[in-house]
C-alpha cells in the first residue's frame, strides 16, 4: 500500500503546520523534508474537490494529512482529548492517511476567515458554533459542502478536519515521510 503525495495536485496549498514550530505544541514534530499523503482514494477525492473549488476562484490549503503514530503520541501527551486528539492507542484516522486537516483560499493563496484558527481547541472550532461573522460561517458552510459532495466526513469538534468514508479499510501507519518519499 502507497500513500500519494498531495504536491501532484494542481493548484493545492501545501503548509504542513508541524512541520514548524507554529502549532498548538510550539514545537516541530514533522521533519522539514515532510510531505503531505494520502491513500489513493482519499487523494482522488481531494482532486476533485480542489477542481470544482478552483471553477469558483478559491482552492484547498492542507496543514496536515498523513501523520506517523509516533507523532499521534507526541499529541496525545500534550492533549489527551480525544474530542480533539485521537488516543494513539487506536490509532487515528490520520494515521491510517485517511483524513486531512484543510482550509479554504483565495487565488493568491490567502486563506479565508473561518470561525476559528486552525487546531483552537474550544468551542469556536465545532462546526456546529453559531458565533464568527457571517464570512467566517459561509466560508466554513463552503468548504464543508465542497467535501461533503465528494463523500469525506465531517468530524463534529473541528471544522477543518475531514475523513476519507472508508477509513477503517486502512491500518495504522508509523512510516516517517523519509520512508514514504
Do not use: C
Amino acid at each position: 500500500m502507497r500513500l500519494i503525495s498531495l504536491e501532484k495536485i494542481p493548484g493545492l496549498v501545501i503548509d504542513l503546520v508541524y512541520a514548524t514550530p507554529h502549532n498548538f505544541t510550539g514545537k516541530t514534530v514533522y521533519p522539514a523534508s515532510a510531505k503531505a499523503y494520502l491513500q489513493k482514494g482519499s487523494a482522488k477525492r481531494l482532486q476533485r474537490v480542489q477542481a470544482a473549488l478552483q471553477k469558483r476562484g478559491i482552492g484547498l490549503k492542507i496543514l496536515d494529512a498523513y501523520r506517523p503514530l509516533s507523532a499521534q503520541k507526541k499529541f496525545w501527551e500534550l492533549v489527551p482529548d480525544p474530542r480533539f486528539v485521537a488516543d494513539p492507542a487506536q490509532g487515528s484516522r490520520h494515521n491510517r492517511g485517511a483524513a486531512v486537516d484543510l482550509t479554504l483560499v483565495d487565488r493568491e493563496g490567502r486563506e479565508l476567515p473561518m470561525p476559528s484558527a486552525f487546531d483552537e481547541f474550544t468551542e469556536r472550532a465545532h462546526r456546529q458554533f453559531a458565533g464568527g461573522s457571517p464570512e467566517e460561517l459561509a466560508n466554513r458552510t463552503q468548504l464543508e459542502e465542497a467535501m461533503a459532495r465528494e463523500g469525506f466526513l465531517l468530524y463534529p469538534d473541528e471544522w477543518w478536519h475531514f475523513d476519507d468514508p472508508e477509513w477503517e479499510r486502512y491500518p495504522v501507519l508509523d512510516l516517517s515521510f523519509e520512508e514514504l518519499q
